[in-house]
C-alpha cells in the first residue's frame, strides 16, 4: 500500500475542455433532431379523414390539385415524413 493516491478529483483545464466538447456536441443533436425539414399534413376535414395512399395520391399525384414536388420520393409512408395531422381518424374506419 505504497501507492496510495488522493482520490478527491479536481477538474483541470482538459477535463473542462472535453466536458465542453461533450455539452456542444449534445446540443447540437438535440436542436438538431427537434427541426423538421417537411411540412406536416394540415389539420383539416380532408387530410382528418384521407386513410389510404391512393386517398392521398388522388390530390397529391400528378393530376391532382396539389401534385407533389417533382423529384418527390414515390410511394413511401407519407406520415413517416409528414407530420400526420391531429385528429387523425383514418385508421379507426
Ligand atoms: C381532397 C384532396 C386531398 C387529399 C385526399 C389529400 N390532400 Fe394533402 N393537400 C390538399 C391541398 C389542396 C393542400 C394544400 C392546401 C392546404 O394547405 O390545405 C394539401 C396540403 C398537404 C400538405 C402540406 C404541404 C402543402 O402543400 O402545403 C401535405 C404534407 C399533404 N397535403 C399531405 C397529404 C397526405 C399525406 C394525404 C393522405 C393522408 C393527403 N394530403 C390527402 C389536398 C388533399
Ligand atoms: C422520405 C420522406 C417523404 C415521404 C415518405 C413523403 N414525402 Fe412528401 N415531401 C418530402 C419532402 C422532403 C418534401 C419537400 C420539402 C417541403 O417542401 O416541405 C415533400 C413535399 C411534399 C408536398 C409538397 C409540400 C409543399 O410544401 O408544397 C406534398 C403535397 C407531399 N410531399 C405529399 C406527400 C404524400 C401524399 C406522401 C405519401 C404518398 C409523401 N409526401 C411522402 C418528403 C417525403
Redesign the pocket.
Known amino acids: 500500500m505504497a501507492n496510495q493516491q488522493k482520490s478527491t478529483w479536481k477538474p483541470g483545464k482538459r477535463d473542462m475542455l472535453f466536458l465542453g466538447v461533450v455539452a456542444a456536441v449534445v446540443l447540437v443533436l438535440v436542436l438538431g433532431s427537434g427541426e423538421r425539414k417537411?411540412?406536416?399534413?394540415?389539420n383539416?376535414e380532408?387530410?382528418q379523414?384521407?386513410?389510404?395512399?391512393a386517398?392521398?395520391?388522388?390530390?397529391?399525384g400528378n393530376e391532382?390539385?396539389?401534385p407533389q414536388p417533382k423529384g418527390h420520393i414515390q410511394g413511401g409512408q407519407?406520415?413517416q415524413c409528414?407530420?400526420?395531422p391531429e385528429g387523425?381518424r383514418?385508421a379507426a374506419r
Do not use: I, K, Y
Request: charged letters at 10%; a negative charge.
Open positions: 417537411t411540412n406536416p399534413v394540415p383539416d380532408v387530410h379523414g384521407a386513410s389510404t395512399m386517398e392521398c395520391m388522388g390530390c397529391h391532382g390539385v396539389r407519407c406520415f409528414h407530420l400526420q387523425w383514418g
